[in-house]
C-alpha cells in the first residue's frame, strides 16, 4: 500500500484572492447582468463560500462597482489622450478620427465582458453602471465635441451639429464591435488600425467616388 501525502493547497494571498473573484464576478455580470446574478453564484463559480465575498467587498453593488473601476479603467489611458491631444494641435483630423475609432475597436477586443455588462446596465436600467460609464467617457467626449466646433469654425469641418459627427465616430466603431465581438460574426482579416483607417476615410470623404477626373470641371459624369 502506498503512503502518499495529499497535495496541499495553494492559498491565496487577500490581493489574488479579491482579483480573482473580480474576474469571476465579471465573467457572471457578463451573462446574466447585475439583476440576473447572485453573490452565491459568483461564490460558487470561484469555489469559495459566499462569506467569503463579503470579506472583500460589502455589497453586491461594492463589487459590481469594483468590477467597473478595474475594467473601465486602463493602464494606457493617459498615452491615448496625449496621443489625441497631439493630433489635436496639429489639427490632424484624421488622426484624430482614426485615434478614437481604433481605441473603440480595442476595447472591444480586448475585453468585450465588460462591453456586455455596459450593455446589460443599459438595458436593466442600472443607474450604478450607466453612471460610471458617463463619468469616464463624459470627459473624452466632451473634448473631441470641442475639437470639432473648433474646426468646424475654421472652415476644415462641414457645418452641421458636432454631436452628429460623434455619434457617427462612435457609431460605426462600436457596430463593428457588436457585430464581431460581441455576436461573433466573421469579421475582415484585418487588424484594429486597418478598420479603424478605413472607417476614417469613409466617414471623412465618402463612399462614393467622385463622378469627375480631378482638375477637370468638364469632363462628363463616367457612365
Known amino acids: 500500500m502506498t503512503n502518499e501525502r495529499p497535495v496541499p493547497q495553494h492559498r491565496m494571498s487577500a490581493g489574488q484572492r ?12 457578463s451573462r446574466r ?54 493630433c489635436m494641435a496639429h489639427n490632424d483630423d484624421e488622426g484624430v478620427f482614426r485615434s478614437f475609432i481604433r481605441r473603440i475597436l480595442e476595447s472591444y477586443r480586448r475585453d468585450p465582458m465588460i462591453h456586455r455588462v455596459i ?8 443607474e450604478q453602471g450607466l453612471a460610471r ?4 467617457f463624459a470627459p473624452v467626449f466632451e473634448r473631441f465635441l470641442e475639437y470639432i466646433a473648433r474646426r468646424q469654425r475654421e472652415g476644415a469641418l462641414a457645418d452641421c451639429n458636432p454631436d452628429a459627427i460623434m455619434i457617427g465616430l462612435g457609431g460605426i466603431a462600436q457596430q463593428y464591435g457588436l457585430i464581431t465581438q460581441i ?37 462628363k459624369p463616367a457612365e
Open 119 to 126: 450593455l446589460f446596465a443599459a438595458l436593466e436600467g442600472h
Open 183 to 219: 455576436f461573433r460574426a466573421p469579421a475582415p482579416n484585418v487588424s484594429d488600425e486597418e478598420m479603424a483607417q478605413l472607417f476614417t476615410r469613409i466617414l471623412l470623404h465618402g463612399v462614393q467616388k467622385t463622378p469627375f477626373a480631378k482638375g477637370d470641371n468638364n469632363q
Open 33 to 86: 447582468g447585475f439583476k440576473g446574478t447572485t453573490t452565491k453564484e459568483i461564490a460558487s463559480a470561484a469555489g469559495v463560500a459566499e462569506a467569503i465575498i463579503f470579506q472583500h467587498f460589502p455589497s453586491k453593488e461594492a463589487l459590481y462597482s469594483a468590477v467597473l473601476e478595474l475594467h473601465l479603467e486602463t493602464s494606457d489611458e493617459q498615452s491615448w489622450i496625449q496621443e489625441v491631444n497631439d
Open 133 to 136: 460609464m458617463h463619468q469616464q
Open 18 to 29: 479579491q482579483h480573482q473573484l473580480l474576474e469571476v464576478a465579471l465573467n457572471v455580470f
